[in-house]
């Protein structure tokens, strides 16, 4: 078994958006690569949001795909919380994917982003909003990818692989050092390629 088929990849995204689209184009790209990855459509139908936790649980890496739509879902935001809670452990590595929409969007809650954002709390509860709201400023904070409107997907999709591939291959380096037991690297050391000067990496 090699590290990539071992090491699990969390897709988080809304599905009504993308699952057919930009979701579809990656899951194809990981499946050519050999990268192990979990998207809801393998959960069997009529579970609850639990059996996705567990899911998270046991992956080593999430990607946050945030799109226009994203905050229309609770279940992706109830989501998104348990990967903070995990990568806040350093027991997750997350990497945010801005799909068509603003850093500053999702860590501020503006634009469509926003508006999608406040009306789904206009039906959620005071304790809930907190929570999401503060997920979304911290995962949006880590080092990412974004693309534009006018930018090419396909060659968008390609960056995302070798993202993944870059962090799977630094968790593997990392777990080699702990079972030889020398120094704990610093979990920040799982960075993405190529984004040392901007924490956003547009196409």
């Known amino acids: 078994m090699t590290l990539f088929s071992s090491t699990q990849v969390f ?39 639990k059996n996705l936790f567990v899911r998270i649980q046991e992956s080593r890496i999430a990607l946050a795909i945030f799109s226009t739509r994203y905050t229309e879902s609770s279940w992706c935001m109830d989501e998104l919380v348990k990967m903070k809670k995990l990568a806040d452990k350093r027991k997750l590595h997350v990497i945010p994917i801005f799909y068509k929409v603003k850093a500053e969007d999702v860590r501020k ?7 999608n954002f406040w009306k789904l709390a206009k039906v959620s509860s005071g304790d809930q909003i907190k929570k999401w709201k503060e997920a979304l400023e911290c995962i949006s904070h880590k080092m990412g990818l974004s693309l534009g409107d006018q930018s090419s997907e396909a060659d968008f999709v390609k960056d995302v692989v070798k993202a993944v591939q870059s962090v799977v291959a630094a968790i593997g380096l990392e777990d080699k050092e702990n079972q030889f037991g020398k120094k704990k690297r610093k979990y920040c050391k799982c960075e993405l390629p190529d984004l040392k000067k901007s924490r956003t990496k547009k196409l």
């Not at 809304?14 to 809801?40: K, M, P, T, W």
């Open 11 to 49: 897709l988080n995204y809304r599905g009504e958006q993308l699952r057919y689209s930009f979701v579809s184009h990656l899951v194809d790209a990981f499946e050519r690569n050999e990268i192990n990855f979990f998207v809801d459509k393998h959960e069997q139908r009529g579970k609850d949001l």
């Open 109 to 115: 809650q503006t634009g469509e982003f926003g508006d």
